[in-house]
């Protein structure tokens, strides 16, 4: 693997989540594999989960993690090309990226989107500037689109749940992606991803349901039924993956607050007693209720716990790549 930006990267998904869950079993079997390998972890946007997920992960392989909160500390970056830099950027994506190519071994890069502009945020102009300028491998952790370690996480975890319940042995699990209302613009990058990986993974009937006006982009979306009625969508359903996003359509605006659309317990009566998952951070009561949270039914720490074992899978593929 020379790069993780999408799920286009992975050449054998069931692959990559058996050696996930080897290193969960198993974290340091690797522990030479990033013998003097140092990967640095750029935060242009907060995170609790991937940066500290993403750095034991590389400390599980022997690698040297350095984290950098551009946001708060770096030079503010120039993407433009042919910018007249004489605004309040300070250093161009040209300049910059180079340079972390010689410093470290893994580049990896978080960058939200704008949310203003959608071609800018769908054609990914930040993270293809770092891809084209580090000249290093560069890992996505959430891109202005995609969330591919989450959604990697997401796989293993559905995985790892089925595996453990006899029922699935002939049925294919049935996996609900809904809408759930947020007080503020959020991007489409869980929901993107976590579709284009179901997709991929080909082992679910996978149902996406959402209020009018906020059908996600079809590139992601290929192969699942749309429901909006959400609760038609949730019968019989076994994952129930909860999740804001802001309208694709009217691109970035908050369209619905509809407190209806939250998760709740006499909603999960309508699923064959469905799991519920969600990426994290949660607004507790308006996209979930504390009572599904808080209950037997919830995967969210399991979900987010698996993350280590998503990142070290990848950088371990990574890494085998660059020591060829
Ligand atoms: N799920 C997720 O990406 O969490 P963080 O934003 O905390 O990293």
Known sequence: MKQFISVKDVQDMNALVAKALSYKKSPFSDKKLGADKRIGLLFLNPSLRTRLSTQ??????????????????????????????????????????????????????????GLEDKQADYSEKIIKQFIKYAGIPVVSLESATLHPLQSLTDIITIQESIASNANFKNKKPKVVLTWAPHIKPI????????????????????????????????????????????EQALKDADFVYVKNWSSYEQYGKVLSKDASWMMTNKKLALTNNAKVMHCLPVRRNVELSDEILDGPNSLVTQEASNRVWAAQAVLAEILKAINI
Request: proline share 5%.
């Open 56 to 113: 034991v992960a590389a400390q599980n392989l022997g690698m040297e993690p350095i984290v950098f909160n551009v946001d708060k500390e770096g030079w503010a970056l120039e993407f433009a090309e042919g910018a007249i830099m004489n605004g309040t950027t300070v250093e161009h994506i040209k300049d910059a990226a180079p340079i972390l190519g010689n410093y470290f071994d893994i580049l990896c890069v978080r960058t939200f989107p």
């Open 187 to 230: 991007p489409q990058c869980v929901a993107n991803s976590f579709s284009e990986w179901v997709g991929a993974w080909g082992e679910a009937d996978f149902v996406i349901t959402h209020p009018e006006g906020y059908a996600l982009s079809t590139e992601f979306t290929k192969g699942a039924t749309i429901e909006h009625n959400q």
